[in-house]
């Protein structure tokens, strides 16, 4: 819920399209690499891919991780040149945005790879294109929307936020850009950590051990892309993922309310953040809004969490393992 706060401060849609748009000329600039890749790389992987079944949940992860970053340098290496990024430091919120948007491009191939070598499918990892996931994503995004609103609302009876509304006209202008944006890393993120890395560990591991795993990865991931700011967070990231999972199988084990909910976290706390609609009085205290200001890092992310999660467990708990 943390990782695009702060990654996005514009005022008006031009400079996400910029950002965007560079990153598409990059990627199309490199697809005879990628082309080359799958070529000479992918073509009659099947009997190796179909091996890797056998293979612990874990060791599969691994593997998943370390062939999605292979594919990933020879965008990422040129890409970061242009933006200037040294690898040993955190990026900045300019630099991250086409980086991870890079990095996120390529997940399609990544499913399509597991697909290959598995016996499971996309309905098996949770997402079923349907009516049916349409209602469950509106349902994630009302409950996640809903929950910032009142975490933020009690701050604002606390004090411990000050709004800025002459600033709300930047919120009409970003508002679409910035769903699209949540809807994304939503989607991407959950077919990943609660679809297919949850999934597997389910080969191996009860529910529980399985999301408390896929948690743990969820939250240490992040450690690569800002590790300072991300160490406070650690444990309302894995509380998220502990959550989301909870999402997916109240809903039946499919991903729609899990992908609504980090979809509405993302979009309200970038939208926010972009267009400077809140500030921190000083006398606002780290442990209740979050060190360095980072939700996840305080007592109302964890809050706006646990809430989410007992919504969920009373609305759904026949459904919850």
Known sequence: MGEFKNTLRANST????LILSFVYKILVGKSLILEIIVQYFLTDLTPLLTSLKFYPALIKIGLFLLVWVVFWLPIAVPLGKFLQWNPLNSPTPQQKLP????????????????????????VDYGLIWNQ?????????LILGLGGLGFIFGIESLLGW??????HFTRLISLSIPLLLLGLWVGLTEEILFRGVFFTQLQQDYPFWGAALISSIIFALL???????????????????????????????GNLGVAWGLHAAWVWGLASLDAAELLTYPETSPDWGVGMGKQPLAGMAGIG????????LWKLFAETVI
């Open 132 to 140: 049916e996931l349409l209602r469950s994503l509106l349902v994630g």
């Open 99 to 122: 980086l991870l948007a890079s990095l996120y491009l390529l997940v399609p191939l990544m499913i399509w790879l597991i697909l290959q070598g598995d016996d499971l499918s996309l």
């Open 304 to 311: 706006c969490l646990l809430v989410t999660g007992l919504v």
């Open 14 to 17: 031009e400079e996400i399209a």
């Open 222 to 252: 992040h450690l690569l892309w800002e590790r300072s700011a991300t160490i406070p967070q650690l444990p309302g990231l894995f509380l998220m993922g502990i959550i989301l999972v909870i999402a997916r199988w109240a809903d039946d």
């Open 161 to 166: 936020v000050k709004w800025q509304n002459q």
